[in-house]
């Protein structure tokens, strides 16, 4: 019975894309685990760049040093 | 010293509704574990159904092909 | 399509405790927001007492203090 | 490897208050358990006041209560 | 940035088996998303089955009930 | 009303390392967002790193390989 929770910064990610991310893990815990897909659950959450901290700086003030 | 966390699909939830919600979950607690009602929180996420997935594929697929 | 997750502090939960939560909370999905049980998910974390901090200290040193 | 998750009522918290929690909340992971900061993750979560339970009642209501 | 957290009842997985599933998400990420492997992070949670509730009954119940 | 959650790998992390942990977090939501402390709530998981993965690896492995 697993629950998936995937956070990503909110950066455009497409329904195409949410769409293969929830289709290849839960792929991966039916072939790897033995699971049964309904019992499968996979939130993404999309997390504002300004909320997500990284290495003591907001990812917002990461990317810009980065450039 | 509970910490409760909801997620559903948003939608449509009513501010009446998570009203329910949050005094129904506080008296389990209370009632079957006895903890004390200022220790207790219960946080709703409401998640966008193309940002869940389920069985494999997309709660906004998984509907559309339930239809 | 809901997921709770319930932390509590580790003190001696029994499984008909966990019974009753998992039972009470399920039917509240149910009653208010009309979810089906097949798609409800309760997962109850027993979190150490040491490992809980509240109020700017572990609830082991406040649970001393309070004695 | 630390990730931390910050959970807060969204009340106009502001970019510069986000970076100095990330800052701050880093820098306690380093020098407390010497983790290296290129491994530490901060995601804050601005939940609305509406989706916060507290003591049985949403927080909007508990506000209301104590004006 | 991503972090996942997989959750699963507690059946013996093998370290092996994490390995994969760390492994195949990894990759799910890197290639859907474009993400960087060393911004990884995937922690697999086991639960104990009597505190996974599933359809308003623990997963022990549950499962003795489908024998 | 703020939920913290730290998540890191189980390396024998100390009461007195958590006492601090807790101090700390609480004393930068009072300084900087201006919660009560008795509002606050910290938890602390340690993870076996066998059940962490890092740029798609444990990190018992990840480790190893870095010995």
Partial sequence: M???N???TRDG???EQKRRVVEEITRTLVDVLGKRPEH???IID???PENWG???VLTTDYRRAQE
Same sequence: chains 1, 2, 3, 4, 5, 6.
């Fill in 40 to 42: 499968i659950h996979v």
């Fill in 13 to 15: 990610v497409t329904v």
């Fill in 2 to 4: 697993p629950y998936v």
């Fill in 46 to 48: 999309e997390v504002e």
């Fill in 6 to 8: 995937v956070r990503v």
């Fill in 54 to 56: 990284f290495a003591g």
